[in-house]
Structures are given as C-alpha cells and as structure tokens.
C-alpha cells in the first residue's frame, strides 16, 4: 500500500472584508504551508491545496467534494485570517471525512519593531481559529486540533500520525472481513454486534462455511505448493524433518496449500481480512498456522476464535504503519511471570503471531497441537525485540464500542525456551504489572489485542476520535482511582450521547 496516493485536502478560511491583495497573499501562504508539508519526509500522504474559502457556499462545495472524492481521506483546515464561522455551518453538516484543525500562524515571531495593523491583519488565526473552534464544538463534531508554528517538528509529527490515522479510517470504508466458522463456543468478549459495527466503523463481517474454503484449497495446483514451499525453505530456517524427501514435508505441503487457498479465497471476495476457528475446521487438514502468520505479514487483519473485531483492528493498525520499522500482530496475553521487581506478561497464541514483529529469521518447524482434533500444524517460530510497544483491544460494551489502550515495554527474551514451540513476546505493562493489569481488567479489555511495536497511543487516539467511539489509555500516569472514575464518567457520557 502506498499512503502517497492519498490525500489530505488544506482548507484556507478567510473572508472578503480585507479585498483582493490581502486574499492573495493568503493564498501564497497557504500554498508555501502546503508545498512545505508535501517536502517533509514525515508527511506520509499528499497534502492539496484548496483555492481560499470566503463563503458559505464555497465550503459547502469543497465539503461535499471531499466528501465524494474517493482517495481524499481527510481534510486539514486553516483560518489564516478571520473566516466567520457561520459560513463553515453547511458544510461542516455533511463533511464525513476526518477533519484535523491546523491551529497554526504563517509568520512564526512578531516583529517587534515593525509590526502594525497590516501585519496583525494577515496574522489573524489566533482569533480566526477560536472562531472556527467554536462553531466544531458547538456542532459536537469530533477533529483533532493542532497547534503550534507549520515548520515545528512536534507540529509536522503530529500532523504524520492523524493522516496515518486518516488513512487506516479510510481503508475500513467499505472494508469486507470473512469469518470461516462462528466464534469459539461460550466465549463472550470476542462476540459484538456486527450491524453497529457496519454502522459506526463502515467495515462488513460475512460468514462462509469452512467448506468453501475447503474447495479453494482443493484447487491449488501442485506446481504453486512446490514454488511455496521452495519459499518456505529460503526464507526460514526449515526443520530439517519439513523438507523435501524427507519424514513431515508432506505437512508443509498441507500448509502451503492451506495459505494459498485462503489468499485466493481473500483476493476473490475483495477480503481485507479474516478469522477462522479450530472448532470449525471440516475438510482443513490443519488448523492455518503459517498460513495466518504470513498473511498478516502481507497485511491482512487476523484473528484467532471468530474474533472479527481484532482481526479488523490488526487491518486498520497494518495500514496505519505503512512503512515504518517494526510491525503489527494479532497477540493474546498469554502467561504471567509474577517474579518480584521484574513481573512480565509472555505473550502468544497457539500458532498465529505476524513474523513482522519477529527479531531475526523464524524458524519453520512442525509440532502437534492440543487442540481442534486436526493434524499436527506447520507454524513459524521467533521472539519480538525489545522496545516501546502497544496492545489495543476493542471490545462491544453493548451500547458502544470502546478502544482500551495498554502501552508497554517489550522486553529481549531472557531464557532460552526449547520446549515452547510458539512465536512469543515478553512485555511489562505500564504504569506497572499489578496497575496495568487491574486497569486492563476494570476496563473489561479482552485476552486478544493487537501488538503494536511501531505506533503510539495517539495514532489510535485519533483513530477512536474519526470513529467517534470511547478510547481509555492504560500508560505511565495511570492511577487506578482516576481510571475507575473516568470509566464511571464515560459511561454517562455515552448513555447520553450514543
Ligand atoms: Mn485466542
């Protein structure tokens, strides 16, 4: 995917009162902002100029071209002068696109011994914005407001992180996810209701039965498993029992022919993700190990369990990490380690952990598994990097969505683990084990998340806000007493306006 052929419309407000020479110079600044945006290397989507806006019926229009246009994601908006707000009122109705509110100047300092009425008239965003700020508040409209001088850095990275917001919102638009089977038996926090769903984040979730799976994997050609599996050989370190001629490369040619049956099955429906089920694998000869782990690598949203809300948010994290170092992966918390001074969660899942998180080349290995009744399933094995990282959990509180937020620290594996035949990561919650966990827990967050090594809370933050759902951070100043409070006070919140 490449995040440049996306684009962010810059929206200039002004007003006729100052006449033609001082718009023209507003125009010249808007487009210096502009072209300066589109040079810096953070910027990962193009930023287009827009002709200044000077009334009602004009933003109107470029609203509702936005709204149609179908690779804008976003629009920016700017009052360089002052732009009555009841001019912005048409337009902000039907405005369906992310909006993020540049509270920015063109000239950075004042001019202390120069400066008079004429250059307080064209440096006016500190009241034109308040103006227009006003207006988005009165009209309850979720943005994300910016401040600060358009060649800041803090001002450029914050700008960086809501377009690839922007753009992970943009790719849900219509977004179609498969579930092959329903969700794992009585389990509760994975279920949801898929038509609000639909409603709040614009992705569907249609099931097939296994069996049409099954009938595409049949029709995979031998030739395309010997190209996979010769793949499989060079790009990881193969157990020797998986290769050709010898004792289980029969098996890794099951797997092989499993992964390219599913992409098939995904390409052909347009599907931008899926989820499957060990309790639902008729006609599977193995559970997808390999298969789901190198098809997040690609960039599908997965999920183990029928659990269509993370498989959707691995999706849109993947898309909002576009090119950026480290990766993104469905992950389930999986073992504590309750040592004293140095508590840590191991995190996991049966087979199913995105190789994009890896540190060094994973091995490729086969071993059996307890569960699903199937033959024994091929997966890849490694452990994730120290660093900075992120779970992010959706959960269906039954009258909202809420996002939960965890930031962690990943921490280097510290013992060899010969007999664990998983990928694996080891992480400390923040502010600490005990308040990250009994947070994570009062705020009903679920056992699956997506693991994020390479975006921050306020990627997702801004996020939440374009869907216009709850998001509850769990980071360093975390008290439990704030955070059972703020859960007390969101749920009036969104009794009232959801
Ligand atoms: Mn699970």
Request: glycine share 8%; proline share 4%; charged share 20%.
């Amino acid at each position: 995917m490449n995040l440049k052929s996306l684009e962010i419309w810059f929206l200039t407000g002004s007003q006729h009162l100052y006449g033609e020479a001082t718009l023209k110079t507003v125009a010249a600044h808007s487009q210096a902002i502009v072209e300066s945006l589109n040079h810096s290397p953070s910027v990962p989507v193009t930023i287009v100029y827009q002709p200044i806006l000077t009334t009602p019926e004009e933003i109107q229009k470029v609203c509702a071209e936005a709204n149609r246009r179908e690779n804008c994601i976003g629009v920016i908006a700017w009052m360089h002068t002052f732009s009555p707000a009841k001019m912005w009122i048409g337009g902000l109705k039907i405005l369906h696109k992310p909006m993020l509110h540049l509270h920015t100047q063109f000239n950075r300092d004042i001019p202390w011994s120069e400066i008079d009425m004429d250059f307080m008239n064209l440096n006016q965003s500190a009241h034109g914005d308040r103006e227009f700020g006003f207006m988005v508040s009165r009209m309850r409209l979720n943005r994300k407001v910016v401040v600060g001088h358009w060649q800041d850095p803090e001002v450029l990275e914050e700008i960086h992180i809501w377009s690839r917001a922007a753009a992970a919102w943009h790719d849900w638009q219509g977004a179609r996810f498969v579930r092959f089977g329903d969700n794992m038996r009585w389990v509760a926090v994975t279920e949801g209701d898929k038509v609000e769903a639909e409603l709040k984040f614009g992705y569907s979730v249609n099931t097939h039965g296994v069996g049409d799976l099954v009938q595409e994997i049949g029709s995979v050609s031998e030739d395309m498993v010997d190209r996979l599996c010769k793949q499989y050989e060079e790009q990881y370190q193969i157990s020797d029992s998986l290769r050709k001629g010898k004792s289980r490369h029969q098996s890794l040619r099951d797997a092989a022919r499993i992964e390219l049956g599913l992409e098939r099955f995904l390409e052909a429906g347009k599907y931008k993700g899926f989820t499957d089920t060990f309790e639902d694998l008729h006609g599977l000869v193995q559970l997808p190990g390999i298969a789901a782990q190198r098809l997040m690598a690609k960039g599908y949203g997965f999920a183990a369990e029928g659990d269509w809300k993370t498989a959707a948010l691995v999706r849109a994290m993947k898309v909002m990490a576009t090119g950026l170092p480290g990766g993104n992966s469905f992950m389930e918390d999986y073992t504590y380690h309750f040592e004293p001074e140095n508590s840590m969660v191991l995190g996991s899942h049966m087979l199913e952990i995105c190789e994009s998180i890896a540190m060094g080349q994973p091995s490729c290995e086969i071993h059996p598994l307890g569960i699903g009744g199937k033959a024994d399933p091929v997966r890849l094995i490694f452990s994730a990097p120290a660093g900075p990282a992120l779970n992010a959990s959706m959960i269906d509180m039954g009258n909202r969505f809420r996002l939960l937020l965890n930031q962690v620290q990943a921490v280097s594996p510290q013992h060899e683990l010969p007999k664990l035949p998983v990928a694996r990561v080891l992480w400390k919650p923040l502010p600490d084990m005990k308040t990250g966990c009994a947070a994570w827990i009062l705020a009903g967050g679920a056992h699956h998340t997506c693991f994020s090594q390479n975006l921050t809370a306020e990627h997702l933050q801004d996020f939440a806000e374009m869907a216009g759902i709850e998001c509850v951070l769990i980071g360093k100043h975390t008290n439990l007493q704030h955070f059972k409070n703020e859960l007390r006070w969101n749920e009036i919140y969104y009794q009232f306006y959801f």
